[in-house]
């Protein structure tokens, strides 16, 4: 079974930190997600991943950088933390470079700036 | 960007009775996926269906396509308890990575 896993379940920083949220999969897979998740707001996407050291804006890049060093880790970053980017944090993995492919999940960082 | 959106927004049924959802979206796709989240979890994929497939069964669950309304339905079967959660589609924007829909919420009372 793939196997998506996310360093944190639950995070609490304080505005101005930077923050690391690391995500990684098991299966060699070429693409990878990071998603954050608000009430009434669905899935939105932040960045990805195709290949090594290779990133693409997603819908809300603002605020936030990735790094993908290994194929297997893709971190997220930000800056100088927000209480706006207060959210749960998704993060997924899918295997070829098709852009449809089905995506695996992790569990999930619920992330509390205050 | 395109974006699926399901209806209703949330569903409470009795364990035993069926559950449908619907989606529906803007444009044309590849493929449809339908997931599932349970409370405070990544969410896990349930179905895929092709453009060019009218439906599709996978246990109880039971996704049909309708390309020239733009719509798909999730039908859950005999639900129980465990499949309180809530339900996304996701479509694909050809060179773009998938777009999730806002989701429904479904609770399924014992």
């Known amino acids: 079974d793939v196997k998506v896993t996310q360093s944190s379940r639950y995070l609490v920083k304080r505005t101005g930190e930077k923050v690391f949220l690391e995500c990684v999969q098991d299966?060699?897979?070429?693409?990878m997600f990071w998603y954050r998740q608000d009430p009434g707001l669905g899935l939105r996407l932040i960045y990805f991943?195709?290949?090594?050291?290779?990133?693409e804006k997603g819908d809300i890049p603002e605020g936030y950088s990735v790094s993908r060093e290994k194929k297997e880790r893709f971190s997220l970053i930000l800056e100088s933390a927000s209480t706006n980017q207060t959210s749960m944090y998704l993060c997924?993995?899918?295997?070829?470079?098709?852009?449809?492919?089905?995506?695996?999940f992790g569990p999930g960082t619920r992330l509390t700036v205050l | 960007s395109q974006q699926g959106e399901e209806d209703p927004q949330a569903l409470s049924i009795q364990e035993g009775e069926n559950a449908t959802m619907n989606c529906s979206y803007k444009?044309?796709?590849?493929?449809l996926q339908w997931y599932r989240q349970n409370s405070g979890r990544g969410l896990v994929h349930l179905i895929l269906?092709?453009?060019?497939?009218r439906e599709k069964h996978s246990g109880r669950l039971r996704v049909t396509l309708d390309t020239s309304k733009k719509s798909s339905s999730l039908l859950i079967t005999a639900s129980r308890a465990a499949d309180t959660a809530s339900y996304f589609c996701?479509?694909?924007?050809?060179?773009?990575?998938?777009?999730f829909g806002k989701g429904t919420r479904l609770s399924v009372i014992a």
């Open positions: 997924a993995s899918s295997p070829t470079l098709g852009h449809t492919d089905t995506q695996y």
């Open positions: 299966m060699d897979h070429e693409n």
């Open positions: 991943s195709y290949d090594v050291k290779m990133k």
């Open positions: 444009t044309s796709i590849n493929n």
């Open positions: 269906i092709r453009s060019n497939e």
């Open positions: 996701a479509t694909d924007g050809g060179n773009t990575p998938l777009v």
